[in-house]
């Protein structure tokens, strides 16, 4: 039959096909299966607090040990070291969370991750700050001398708009802001 071979060729081609489909699908199922929980990392949106400025965004996400995304599976939970707790957590569960600053000092907010029978945790550190005073006119986080400086180089002026030197904000520089800045010198 002249005609016999090529047509079982197709057909062995076809077999081979089906076959190394199959190998390679089983394959992909078996690493899909083997899939490590490597690590967790925390994203913060700052990992500086202010009290009063609302919440900081927080989200985790898990890696593979080939560092790759885990995107399905793991569960996280969210806690914050008790020692000191400086804020707290909104929610407990889940990729995202915020963390709502209440008193100043720093504190460890860590997730853990789970996958399975397997666990990754990690923690970042959040530093809470008070609200800037209105004294520190400067805007350096501090009350000092250079303030002192800016609100006598405009004492006993009144304007319509804002002034430097304008510390309790009625537009006029005076002893009632002198008062004020002397009353938060040096923090
Ligand atoms: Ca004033």
């Known amino acids: 039959m002249r005609y016999y071979a090529p047509y079982r060729f197709l057909v062995y081609t076809i077999i081979s096909g089906i076959c190394l489909y199959s190998f390679l699908s089983h394959a992909s199922i078996s690493h899909a299966q083997s899939i490590t929980l490597s690590s967790v990392q925390i994203q913060a949106a700052s990992k500086t607090a202010t009290i009063g400025k609302g919440s900081v965004g927080l989200s985790a996400?898990?890696?593979?040990?080939?560092?790759?995304?885990?995107?399905?599976?793991?569960?996280?939970?969210?806690?914050?070291?008790?020692s000191n707790?400086?804020?707290?957590?909104?929610?407990?569960?889940?990729?995202?969370?915020?963390?709502?600053?209440?008193?100043?000092?720093?504190?460890?907010?860590?997730?853990?991750?789970?996958?399975?029978n397997q666990m990754q945790a990690v923690g970042v550190q959040m530093t809470v700050v008070a609200p800037p005073s209105p004294a520190d006119i400067s805007g350096d986080g501090k009350v000092t001398v250079t303030d002192l400086s800016i609100l006598l180089s405009n004492f006993g002026r009144v304007s319509s708009v804002s002034i430097s030197g304008d510390v309790n904000g009625d537009r006029?520089?005076?002893?009632?802001?002198?008062?004020?800045?002397?009353?938060n010198f040096g923090s």
């Open 61 to 82: 996400l898990a890696y593979d040990q080939n560092n790759n995304p885990i995107w399905s599976g793991v569960t996280y939970e969210w806690g914050i070291s008790s």
């Open 85 to 116: 707790s400086v804020g707290s957590l909104n929610p407990l569960q889940g990729t995202i969370s915020n963390f709502t600053p209440f008193k100043t000092g720093t504190g460890d907010v860590f997730v853990i991750a789970r996958m399975g």
């Open 172 to 183: 006029r520089v005076n002893i009632q802001d002198l008062s004020l800045l002397l009353s």
